[in-house]
C-alpha cells in the first residue's frame, strides 16, 4: 500500500510553509486534466498540473481518441453521412446507456452541449475529417472519423432512441489515436501557460478544519511540497483498475480479466477524495470488452453460452456483449458460424476455434456439450432467421443469417485465456459542474472531479459505448476547470 | 436526508461536558448489538446501549431466528440426524458462499468457533429442541430446530464441501421465532446491568484530532447528549435496505425490489464509520428471496425466463434462485409445473398462474412465445430427466422428475408484483475481532462494528443461505463486544 491509501488529507493547520502557490492546482494529465486546465487558464486562473508519470497521456492516450458526439440536428459528419441526430435521442440513449441510476443532469446537460463541445474540439486543433465508416467498427482502420461506436442501431436502445451514428474520432491513420489527442491537448496546455509538473505523485489533499480542501501535498524529486490552491483542486487521476486491492473489495467480478487499460490508474484520487469526505459510488461497475467484431462477419454468427443457450442480441455493442460473457456460467462462451461468414478473429483478441463439424450436432459433441443443446438453440435461430427476424433476442434483420453452410465452427471466447481490456466506471460523485458530493449530498468545498475518477455518463458497464468516456473526460473535466476558475 | 449522512464525527476537542460516560457504547439492539452488549458486559466493561426503536429488536426480530451452524463432527442435532459435519466443510461451504472476495479469516474463525458459539447460544437461554426436518423448508411449521437452510446440497456446493444441513432455529411454534431469540438476549442484556436507551437516535460519532473515536452523540427527548465512550463504539446499526438514496448510488439493482426486510435500516452506522474513514465494501450486494419452494413438490418444477430457457438448478437455496431471478431480462420467469407435482403456492409468495395447456406448446402458445423455445427447453429436460440426470444445470436426481402428466401450467414470478424480500450486504470492513478498518487497511482506533452494518460471513447475493446474517450477527457482535472491552 502506498501512502496517499491512508486517505486522510493533511491538516491545512499544520502546514509550517507553503512551497506554492496557485488558483487552480489539478491531478493527473489525461484528457480530463488537461481540459479542465485549458479551461481554467482561458478564465484567467493561474493553473498548475502534476502527473505522477513523466508525460502525459494517462489511459486516455492509450484510446482510439474517440469522443460521443450528437444531437441538435447532427455534427457536420453525421449530416454528411445522412443522419439528422437529435438532441433528445442522444439524451435518451445516453439514459438507457447509464443504466438503473442514470446521471440525468449530466446527461442534459451533455445533449444540449454536446455540438458546441465538438467545436470547442476543434478549436483546440484537434482535426475531424467528416467521414462517415458504415458497419461494424472498433476503430476506423484508416482515417476515417465517424463510426457506429455503440448500441445505437440494436435493441433495445434502436427502438426508444432513434440511430445515429456518434464515435467521432481524431483524425489519425490506423489504431490508437488517443496519443495524438493528448498531444494536442498537451500544446494547448502548454501554451495558455498551465505549470505543468510530471514525475510528481500527490500523496495527499489538504483540508482546513471547516472541511475545505485548500490544497496538496506532491512528492517531487523525492521531497513533499505544500501547493496552496486559493480556488480548488481538481482530481483527474482516472479509475483504479491498475489497483488490485481495491479491485478485490469494490469490483470483484472484474478479477477474472487480466488486461487493464491505465498504467497509472490506481486509485488515488477517489481514495483521497474519499478522504476528505466525498463519496464514491458505483464502485462495481466497469467496461470489458474482447475485439470480437472483426471481420464483421461474425457478428452474423450466434454466441451461446457453456450450456448452448443463447445470451443477447450479437449486433449490439462489442463491449456490451462481452460484459454479458461476464455473466455467462464458466469461463467459455462460443462464437457459432458457418462457413459462410467465417473468417479469421484478430489475433489480438485470442480467439480459438474450439470445434469443427459437418453438422451443428456434431460441434455439439466435439465440445462435450449434452446432446440437443446447442444444436436445437442453433436450429430455432436458423427457423426464425430464415423468415427474417429473431423473436428471441431481437437481433436486427440486417445481421441475421441462417447458419446452414457447412463446415460449422465454434469460436472459444475464454475470459480467462482471451483479450479482455477493462477499466473502472465507479468512483466520486460529482454535480455536472465538477464539485465533488459527500454522502449527504453537500459539495465538499474546494474540491472537484472529472473522469474516471468520478461516475460520469459512462457508469454501467452493460451500456457503454466506445466514446463515452472521452466525452465525459473532456466535457466534465471542462466543466470542473471552469467551476474552479470561477470560485472565490 | 437527515443529520447523520453528514458523516462527519463531532469533534472531541470541541466537546464541553459529557452528559454520560461508559466504557463501551453501543448502537443499535439487533443480534448483532445485543450480543456485543452481552460478551462486554461480561468481560466486565461498563456498557451502554442506545437504539433508535421504541424497543430491542431490528432486522433480527423480523426473521426467522434461524443461525448457520455446524462443523467439528456435528452439533447435538446435525449427529442425531445422522450428519457428522465436519469443520473443512463448513469452512469450504462458507468460503464458496462468500463469493469472489470471500473474508477468508472470519470464515476460518467462524468454521472453527461454530460449535463452541451454538453452546454460548444455549447457555444464553436460547432453547433448541435438536430435531431435524428433512426436505425444502423456509422455516419449520412446529417447532423442530433443525433444517437444510442453504445450497448444501445442490450443485455445484455438493461437489466440493460434503452437504449437512446447518440450520439452527430457534425452538419455537411456527415462523417468525427471531422476535424469541431477541427477548431471550434482551434478557441476558438487561440482567447484565446493560444500560439500555431505546428511542434514542446517535446522530453521530465524537473523534479526536488523532482520528481516534471517543465517544458519541445521542438525540435523547430531543435532545443531543454526549457520550464518552473510553473503550470504543460498536456500530451494531443494521445495513440500508430503508434507504432509497443509498440504494441508488450503491446498490441500485435493489431498486426493483419493493419487500425491504429492516425497519430501521437506514445505513446511518455504515455513513458515521465511513466518516470518521471507515471503508465500506460490497456495497451492491444484496439478499433477496421470493418463498417459492413450498408445498416442496414446485422445486421438481423448473424455472425458465421470458425467452423460454432455464437458467439454473432449482434444487439450490431459494434465496440463490431468486437472486438468479434478476440476472435475467425482463421482470418475469415461469416455473414450469405438470398436474403431478402442481401445488397452490403460499399466498404470500404472490405468485400467478400465466398460463395452462394441454401441452407445453400450448403452454408456450399462451405465455406468447415463440415458437419452439420453452417447449424445446422442456422436451430437452425431459429427455434427460428420464435418464434421472441433468446434464446441464445439475440438479440433483432426488429432485428430477419428467414434466409429462397433463395439464401443464406455467407459474408467473414477478419482481415488480410478486413478493420479493431483500436486505442489503455491503458494509463496512471489519476484522474478526469487530476493528473497523479503514481504506488502507489499517483499524480505526476506538471503533468497532457487526452484524449488517458490515460485509461479513453473507457478502455475496448469489451465495447467501439462511441463517448466516444471524451467525455473522450473533458471532463477530460477540467479537465485537470482547474485543472492545478489552481495549484500553
Known amino acids: 500500500m502506498t501512502d496517499f491509501t491512508t486517505a486522510r488529507p493533511f491538516a491545512h493547520e499544520q502546514v509550517e510553509r507553503w512551497d506554492a502557490e496557485t488558483d487552480v492546482a489539478i491531478v493527473g494529465f489525461g484528457a480530463a486534466g488537461a481540459c479542465a486546465a485549458i479551461e481554467a487558464a482561458e478564465a484567467g486562473a493561474a493553473v498548475i498540473l502534476f502527473e505522477a508519470a513523466s508525460g502525459s497521456g ?63 474540439l476543434k478549436d483546440q486543433g ?32 434502436s427502438e ?49 478544519a471547516g472541511g475545505r480542501v485548500t490544497g496538496l501535498v506532491v512528492r517531487i524529486d523525492g521531497k513533499p511540497q ?7 483542486v481538481i482530481l483527474a487521476t482516472g479509475g483504479f483498475c491498475m489497483n488490485q486491492e481495491m479491485l478485490r473489495r ?23 477524495g474519499m478522504g476528505v469526505g466525498g463519496d464514491a459510488i458505483h464502485m462495481d461497475e466497469f467496461f470489458t470488452t474482447c475485439p470480437w467484431i472483426m471481420p464483421e462477419s461474425l457478428v452474423k454468427g450466434i454466441f451461446v453460452n457453456e450450456r448452448g443457450q443463447r445470451f443477447i442480441n450479437e449486433d449490439c455493442y462489442h463491449g456490451r456483449v462481452s460484459r454479458t460473457m461476464l455473466d455467462q456460467p464458466g469461463e467459455r462462451v462460443y462464437l457459432l458460424v458457418d462457413n459462410a461468414i467465417f473468417a479469421r478473429p484478430l489475433d489480438i ?19 462435450g456439450l449434452p446432446g440437443d443443446t446447442l444444436a436445437a438453440t442453433v436450429h430455432i435461430f436458423n427457423r426464425y432467421a430464415a423468415e427474417g ?22 469460436l472459444e471466447l475464454n475470459v480467462a485465456t482471451s483479450f479482455f481490456s477493462f477499466f473502472t466506471l465507479g468512483g466520486l460523485n460529482t454535480r455536472p459542474s465538477g464539485e465533488v458530493l459527500d454522502r449527504a449530498g453537500h459539495i465538499v468545498p474546494g474540491l472537484y472531479a472529472a473522469g474516471r475518477a468520478t461516475s460520469g455518463l459512462p457508469r454501467w458497464g452493460h451500456g457503454y459505448s466506445s466514446g463515452l468516456s472521452l466525452a465525459d473526460c473532456t466535457f466534465f473535466g471542462r466543466m470542473a476547470g471552469r467551476s474552479a476558475a470561477a470560485e472565490n
Open 58 to 120: 494517462g489511459a486516455s492516450a492509450l484510446s482510439g481518441g474517440e469522443i460521443y458526439l450528437g444531437g441538435g440536428g447532427g455534427t457536420d459528419a453525421q449530416r454528411a453521412a445522412g443522419f439528422e441526430d437529435s438532441t433528445q435521442a442522444l439524451e435518451t440513449y445516453l439514459t438507457m446507456a447509464g443504466g438503473p441510476d442514470a446521471d440525468t443532469a449530466k446527461i442534459a446537460l451533455y445533449a444540449r452541449e454536446s455540438l458546441a463541445h465538438y467545436q470547442w
Open 126 to 157: 484537434v482535426p475531424y475529417k467528416g467521414t462517415f465508416l458504415p458497419g461494424k467498427i472498433i476503430e476506423p482502420a484508416e482515417d476515417d472519423t465517424l463510426i457506429w461506436s455503440g448500441s445505437e442501431a440494436a435493441w433495445p436502445f
Open 160 to 208: 426508444t432512441a432513434t440511430p445515429a451514428p456518434r464515435g467521432h474520432t481524431i483524425q489519425f491513420m490506423g489504431w490508437g489515436g488517443g496519443r495524438k489527442l493528448m498531444d494536442i491537448f498537451e500544446a494547448r496546455v502548454r501554451a495558455l501557460g498551465v505549470d505543468v509538473h510530471c514525475d510528481a505523485r500527490v500523496l495527499s489533499l489538504i483540508a482546513d
Open 226 to 232: 505544500f501547493i496552496r490552491a486559493r480556488r480548488g
Open 250 to 272: 469494490y469490483a470483484p467480478q472484474t478479477m477474472r480479466l487480466s488486461n487493464p487499460i491505465g498504467e497509472n490508474d490506481n486509485g488515488s484520487g477517489i481514495m483521497m
Open 349 to 367: 483478441a485470442r480467439i480459438e476455434i474450439a470445434a469443427v463439424g459437418e453438422s451443428w450436432e456434431e460441434v455439439e459433441r466435439e465440445l
Open 389 to 410: 427476424h429473431d423473436p428471441l433476442f431481437n437481433k436486427a434483420p440486417e445481421w441475421l443469417k441462417v447458419l446452414g453452410e457447412a463446415p460449422f465452427a465454434a
